[in-house]
């Protein structure tokens, strides 16, 4: 039977946890979305050869799970380290942190995802407000600043509140590297009293919670800044 | 002569859209392009103010000589903080205020301080009789009155030159007056302009010339009533009788 008292009291130990599942969320997203912008730059630039590189890396991204690029990054980056240190440089790869690990595969992750998504959103603002912005006198810098990307932000919001939520749940898979979040967090606490439905529950609440919190924030701010452009009605 | 272009050449994908256009733009002159459509007169509006680049050809701007097929960075922005445009589509910055669609040219192509930019999208559109809607953004405003702000937008930039793109192209019948008329009162103010448009009514009393262009080239070019009652060119007279047909 369902030992509520069980479940109650783990909830807070696994609540414990949310932290370093934000830290990891919140820490891709921001990796992913300043190279993601670069992919963009590069591809819409249509840069030879890195353009054709980086198209292939994003569609190689997209069509693996995350756990097998986790496991790829937890044992290729050592290696890399090991590589670098022959080349002469500075490295230490046996003291490699495994939160470091969970950076760079969710940060890659989010990448691919978010420059597919801010390539989208780019196409999705009519060609002649650049236009417009060139015509009264603009570089092509301030066009972009002032007239692109505000416009391409709020077409971007729905898809990164996607990429942002399957982040949040995707961090569920650190435990497999032995970083102790949310999840870990349940499978520890579960071995520990073999009440798996109890505590696993719990952190199906937790994550529900979550993003819903995220969800309603993004949206709200989607919803400000559509009212405020008065954008698609 | 303010400007003068000559043997403006430009292909897409292997098609010559424009075939050697020489074209000369007085001071204060209402030049209109009129012409069957696909025959290129958009794309020659483009090349004057580099939206496209033409392939080859020279452009004599004030007192600026640039290579079209080759321009610096510096003489494409040059000329577009000496010319503006106005589009068919209005392209009134979606993510802008009606106010800001016509102060953010000043501040972040000219250089003005935001006040006095204000101060001048404020009164442009007081002078449209828009003034209670400065706060609209475009998606609030009707189609014409997009369009007059879209002219106000390009005219307080104060421009050597405005180049309309078939301006009432996408407007309703009853609205096309109003912006007509915008118009008029703009050329009556010695405004040099390069309008590309089908209203025949605005091309015989407000033009100074008519160019009729066909085929990638101005094929014939004059004041309007020589070229609506005197064309010369075969393909000249073909075009107006087709036009005559249709009312």
């Given at each position: 039977m ?7 009291d783990?909830?807070?130990q696994?609540?414990a ?11 891709a ?17 249509k ?5 054709q ?11 693996t ?7 790829v ?6 290696q ?11 490295t230490?790869?046996?003291g ?5 690990i969970?950076?760079?595969a969710y ?11 801010i390539?989208?959103a780019?196409?999705a ?10 015509t009264?006198?603009m570089?092509?810098?301030k ?14 919001i729905?898809n990164f ?5 399957d ?8 435990y497999?590297?032995g ?11 579960s ?6 439905l ?6 199906l ?21 559509r ?7 | 002569m ?12 292997g098609?010559?859209?424009l075939?050697?256009?020489?074209l000369?733009?007085?001071q204060?002159?209402?030049?209109v392009i009129?012409?069957p459509s ?27 000589t ?7 960075k510096?003489q ?12 068919q ?28 930019a ?8 007081k ?5 209670d809607?400065?706060?609209?953004f475009?998606?609030q ?14 005219t307080?930039?104060?421009p ?19 912006v ?11 405004q ?17 010339r008519?160019?009729f262009?066909a085929?990638?080239q ?30």
């Amino acid at each position: 039977m369902f030992d509520i008292n069980f479940a109650r009291d783990s909830f807070s130990q696994i609540l414990a946890a949310t932290p370093l599942t934000l830290l990891i969320t919140f820490g891709a997203t921001i990796i992913g979305l300043l190279l993601a912008i670069l992919v963009v730059i590069a591809r819409e630039k249509k840069i030879p050869g890195l353009s054709q590189v980086l198209a292939v890396l994003v569609s190689f991204i997209r069509g693996t799970p995350i756990l097998v690029q986790l496991y790829v990054v937890y044992y290729g980056l050592p290696q890399l380290l090991v590589l670098m240190k022959g080349w002469g440089w500075n490295t230490n790869p046996d003291g490699l942190p495994a939160i470091v690990i969970a950076f760079s595969a969710y940060g890659l992750n989010a990448m691919a995802n978010l420059s597919e998504s801010i390539r989208a959103a780019y196409h999705a603002v009519d060609p002649g407000q650049y236009e417009a912005a060139l015509t009264v006198g603009m570089s092509p810098v301030k066009g972009i600043t002032q007239i692109v990307i505000p416009q391409l932000t709020v077409n971007l919001i729905p898809n990164f509140t996607n990429i942002f939520l399957d982040l949040i749940k995707d961090t569920a898979l650190v435990y497999n590297i032995g970083l102790v979040e949310i999840m870990g967090q349940a499978n520890i606490i579960s071995s520990i009293g073999f009440k798996y439905l109890e505590t696993y529950t719990d952190a199906l609440v937790i994550y529900i919670i979550l993003c819903w919190i995220f969800a309603r924030i993004l949206r709200l701010i989607e919803a400000r800044l559509r009212q405020r452009y008065v954008i698609a009605q | 002569m303010l400007l003068e272009v000559k043997d403006l050449q430009k292909q897409f994908n292997g098609h010559q859209v424009l075939d050697g256009v020489d074209l000369q733009i007085h001071q204060g002159e209402v030049l209109v392009i009129i012409g069957p459509s696909g025959s290129g007169k958009t794309t020659l509006l483009r090349n004057l103010n580099f939206l496209e680049h033409a392939d080859s050809g020279t452009m004599h701007f004030a007192d600026q000589t640039i290579d079209l097929g080759k321009p610096s960075k510096q003489q494409v922005q040059w000329v577009r903080r000496h010319t503006a445009m106005v589009f068919q589509n209005y392209n009134l910055f979606k993510n802008k205020t009606a106010q800001q669609n016509i102060a953010e040219g000043l501040i972040y192509g000219h250089g003005v301080d935001a006040k006095t930019a204000n101060q001048k999208a404020a009164q442009a559109l007081k002078n449209l009789g828009l003034y209670d809607r400065r706060h609209y953004f475009p998606t609030q405003l009707s189609g014409g009155q997009q369009q007059r702000i879209g002219i106000a937008r390009a005219t307080v930039l104060k421009p050597e030159v405005v180049l309309f793109d078939e301006p009432t192209s996408a407007l309703d019948p009853e609205l096309v007056g109003t912006v007509l008329k915008d118009m008029q009162r703009l050329a009556e103010n010695g405004q040099t302009m390069v309008v590309v448009t089908h209203q025949m009514w605005f091309a015989r009393n407000v033009a100074s010339r008519v160019a009729f262009f066909a085929d990638g080239q101005i094929q014939e070019i004059g004041k309007p009533a020589d070229i609506f009652d005197h064309p010369q060119k075969q393909r000249t007279k073909q075009f107006l009788n087709a036009l005559a047909d249709n009312y």
